[in-house]
Structures are given as structure tokens and as C-alpha cells.
């Protein structure tokens, strides 16, 4: 199956066919070859850092109603997890200098900080 470039702006698109069976918003990262360009899926990565659902998730089970209510728990809930990481990193520095090198796994690290 043979399939042709085309210009949209200043890019040059590439069709993929609907036989592969490639759902809509799949990221690729290209990759110039000497005899082509290869298109590698990417996967979709866990930002372990970012908790907003799981505060939103929190908030809204604490049963407030009011919009103001809502914001003001997840601003004062995100603020929270900021300080801790702070703590978090000051903690581990100080273990760094004191030689106190601590490893612990990401579900450790997830009770340690109370998720």
C-alpha cells in the first residue's frame, strides 16, 4: 500500500491508512532513518507528581456543595502536597550529606506522604 505526502501549512502531513486500525490522538515520535522515517508509539507516562484528580476525587467526596468551598479545599489541598515534597526533598538531602542514603519504593513513598 503506497500513501502520499501532502502540504498543510507549513508541515507536510502523512496519511495512515484506515486499515491499520489506528484510533484518533496516538502519539508517535519520528525518527529519521538513512532509508526512511520510522514512527515510534509513545506511550502514555504516569506523572507520578501530579495529584489533582486524586485531591479533586478527595474534595468532592467530603460532600462540600459550594463552588468556592471546592476551590478553596484543593488549593489548600495541592498547597499541602507542595509543602510535603519540599519536606520530602529537604529530608533527603540531609540524608545525602549525612550519608543516611534512603531507598524506598514508589507504594512506600505513597504511604509516607499519606496517599
Known sequence: MITKTRRQGNSIMLTVP???KLPEGVSVEPELQSDGIF????????????????????????GLTDKEQ???AFKKRKQEISSAWQVIAEDARENIRTGKT???????LEEEIGL
Open 18 to 20: 484506515s486499515d491499520f
Open 39 to 62: 514512527y515510534r508509539f509513545v506511550r502514555k507516562t504516569d506523572n507520578f507528581f501530579d495529584f489533582d484528580s486524586e485531591i479533586l476525587s478527595d474534595v468532592l467526596n467530603e
Open 70 to 72: 471546592i476551590l478553596a
Open 102 to 108: 534512603v531507598l524506598m519504593t514508589r507504594e512506600e
